[in-house]
């Protein structure tokens, strides 16, 4: 079988030996049918950014720069407008201030709460740096220290929702509900919109007036509607992760009802000052082609997550999800139980990376976490997720997190260059590489 003498010399030159890249030609041919349907959900996804960019007449002038106070930043509130159409929303906060994921989190949460209300998680224990913000770990500034309680609710062993135990942890003074749609560093299923509106609409039942935030983070435009659409009051994530197509410097993103935005507005702010200031500094030209970039980006991240999960599961290795399975985020894991293969793997991912490609990850004792964490990339925007990069905790099992990829051709020889390190140090069962 000849599969293309050229790049099979190219990926020779990159360090790729022969077996590793026929074994890869042999796994993507069998994704061809899977990758035909993602592009489709990228074209769906490129028409609502682009009618979203039109709508709200985004020019030239939205990429000049504000700084002081930002007053009429006019590229910022169109971007806000653009943001708040393309996922549905009455308003949105899409600022360089927001630093984070976990900071636009924090913000939707105590900006929406007060003193005697209650959070609740139905779905278990949520991302692993909410756990400081919520006072699950005791924290300076937490949730729990300005009296606001939490409860949760765990998934079912099936992973399905535990609606009983919703239905009586849900009282007079639960006041929102954060449900996170990607499963995190936890080993459970991502949410679809479908089963995400599934249980908004029971909980509504329960209690109409209680706030249904998503912590979107990874899920954007991974499907052709967003949980906005599914009945959610509020949605929160990060711009270095799918929204901001690899282009966002920095940022996070507020989108939702009005009055919940804007509750957030003047925490992020000030009371009384809100949306009105925040200079945007000369950074909007990348959130918009971000933004515009951001459903390719996506597509290009989940063919290399799939890419990923058909050749560890050929080989052998507990993938989730699994190759054939549907997919709402861009997150793969695989599993290893074996120290050893984790770093094999992040050494491959940091191996193929355009920038810091000649560094070793080592594992770290990350802020927010609760055991030591090795991390692989080599990324153009510091710790941006939506580039190629890989992580977990180093402990049983073992389990590396794989996600991003700007393009696909990276995504793949990425996987190809883990595959590679595990095959050279004998962490392999080659038999199965037929
Ligand atoms: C990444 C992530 C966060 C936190 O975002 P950071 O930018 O890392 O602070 C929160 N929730 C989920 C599900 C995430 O994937």
Redesign the pocket.
């Known amino acids: 079988m000849n599969y293309g003498e050229n790049l099979k010399k190219q990926y020779e030159r990159l360090g790729i030996c022969k077996d590793v890249y026929e074994f890869g030609c042999r796994i993507e041919e069998r994704l061809k049918e899977r990758f035909l349907a993602l592009d489709q959900t990228a074209e769906f996804n490129q028409m609502k950014v682009i009618a979203a960019m039109q709508k709200k007449k985004v020019s030239a002038e939205c990429f000049q720069q504000s700084s002081g106070y930002g007053y009429n930043d006019f590229g910022r509130d169109t971007l806000e407008a653009v943001y708040a159409e393309c996922f549905c929303g009455e308003d949105a906060l899409v600022r360089p201030q927001i630093t984070?994921?976990?900071?636009a989190?924090a913000l939707a949460l105590m900006s929406n709460l007060r003193p005697g209300d209650e959070l609740l998680s139905p779905v278990g224990k949520?991302?692993d740096?909410?756990e400081s913000v919520i006072g699950i770990r005791p924290a300076k500034g937490s949730l729990a220290e300005y009296g606001i309680t939490y409860r949760q609710v765990d998934l079912k062993e099936d992973g399905s929702f535990d609606y009983e135990g919703i239905r009586r942890a849900i009282h007079e003074k639960t006041k929102l509900v954060t449900i996170?749609?990607?499963k995190?560093y936890a080993v459970r299923p991502t949410l679809s919109v479908a089963r995400i509106k599934e249980l908004i609409s029971f909980i509504k039942q329960i209690k109409p007036d209680v706030i249904c935030m998503t912590?979107n983070?990874?899920g954007e435009f991974v499907e052709e509607s967003e949980p906005l659409e599914a009945g959610a009051d509020l949605i929160v994530g990060?711009l270095?992760?799918n929204p901001g197509g690899g282009l966002a410097p920095i940022g996070?993103y507020i989108v939702g009802k009005k009055e919940c935005v804007e509750n957030a507005a003047f925490r992020l702010t000030s009371p009384g000052l809100g949306k009105e200031v925040g200079a945007s500094l000369g950074i909007m030209q990348s959130f918009y082609q971000g933004l515009f970039l951001a459903p390719t980006v996506v597509n290009a991240a989940l063919k290399g997550a799939i890419f990923a999960a058909g050749i560890y599961e050929q080989l052998g290795f507990d993938v989730f999800p699994g190759a054939a399975e549907s997919r709402h985020d861009i997150i793969q894991s695989v599993t290893f139980h074996h120290p050893k293969a984790m770093r094999a793997f992040c050494e491959g991912i940091q191996a193929a990376a355009p920038v810091d490609s000649y560094v070793t990850p080592e594992p770290w004792a990350m802020p927010g976490y609760d055991s030591d964490v090795i991390m692989a990339a080599g990324a153009f925007v510091q710790?941006s997720?939506i580039e190629l990069s890989a992580d977990g905790p180093l402990k049983e099992p073992y389990s590396v997190y794989f996600q991003g990829g700007l393009t696909y051709p990276h995504a793949k020889f990425g996987i190809l260059m883990s595959l590679q390190k595990l095959y050279e140090q004998n962490l392999v069962n080659k038999d199965r590489m037929c």
């Open positions: 984070c994921g976990t900071h989190l949520p991302y740096t909410l996170q749609r990607s995190g912590d983070c990874y990060s270095i992760k996070g710790g997720s």
